[in-house]
């Protein structure tokens, strides 16, 4: 157990859908991330945010709306999305935002779009 | 923009051999983070380098960090089957403040 949990585990949803990923961390840290594993590739980060502020946003498309409403939590608004945006949907929090911080890893949400 | 590289992308072995596996950047690294990711799993962070040619050990793992802070390499001594999963390798590129850009990743199958 690292201390970040994440729900639903795994989503299935149309492409008209809009559902919601939820990400939660029980460590008392300051910085957020969402990243997203395709199989074969690297993790590709995606959002960051650092005191509920979002402080990096990788060219990520509209239809991926992340939201922070407290240090806590992390959320991650789907709409309209396409099948090549099915992967694993990581989310990792860590003390601060800074220079070598670890990031703790949840187990992340399978994302199939069809 | 920075690029980590890892190699080689699978590695399979006989239980009982050794494995390595090689990161490396494009640019120089304020530090460097290992973690593993069992199948099915999520990566679960294993160690930081900070240090110029800096090593550390973790059982049978040996953890190097070059000289110019460029690579980093992870060998494994004799592996076990509990060994199997991706090892990712994630640098900080120096001046840069908060964002790790991870490699791609070396799977590891060991056979029994």
């Known amino acids: 157990e690292t201390g970040v949990t994440q729900t639903p585990r795994h989503l299935v949803m149309g492409m008209t859908n809009k559902k919601s990923l939820k990400c939660e961390q029980h460590l008392g840290h300051n910085a957020m991330y969402w990243y997203k594993q395709s199989a074969k590739k690297p993790l590709e980060l995606m959002f960051v945010?650092?005191?509920?502020?979002?402080?990096e946003n990788n060219s990520v498309p509209s239809r991926f709306s992340p939201e922070c409403p407290n240090s806590s939590h992390l959320f991650l608004h789907l709409h309209t999305l396409q099948p090549e945006d099915s992967a694993l949907y990581l989310c990792?929090?860590?003390?601060?935002?800074?220079?070598?911080?670890?990031?703790?890893f949840g187990p992340g949400t399978r994302l199939l779009v069809l | 923009g920075q690029q980590v590289m890892q190699i080689p992308q699978y590695q399979h072995v006989q239980e009982g051999e050794d494995f390595t596996t090689y990161c490396n950047s494009s640019t120089t690294l304020s530090n460097i983070q290992w973690y593993k990711q069992r199948p099915g799993g999520h990566p679960v962070f294993l160690i930081q380098l900070v240090k110029s040619g800096e090593v550390k050990k973790q059982k049978r793992l040996t953890f190097q960090f070059g000289e110019a802070k460029k690579n980093s390499s992870l060998h494994i001594t004799a592996t076990q089957t509990t060994d199997v999963g991706t090892y990712f390798c994630a640098g900080l590129e120096e001046n840069q403040g908060g964002k790790l850009i991870f490699g791609q990743g070396t799977e590891l199958s060991v056979k029994p």
């Open positions: 990792a929090s860590s003390q601060d935002l800074g220079d070598g911080e670890t990031q703790y």
């Open positions: 945010y650092s005191l509920e502020e979002r402080v």
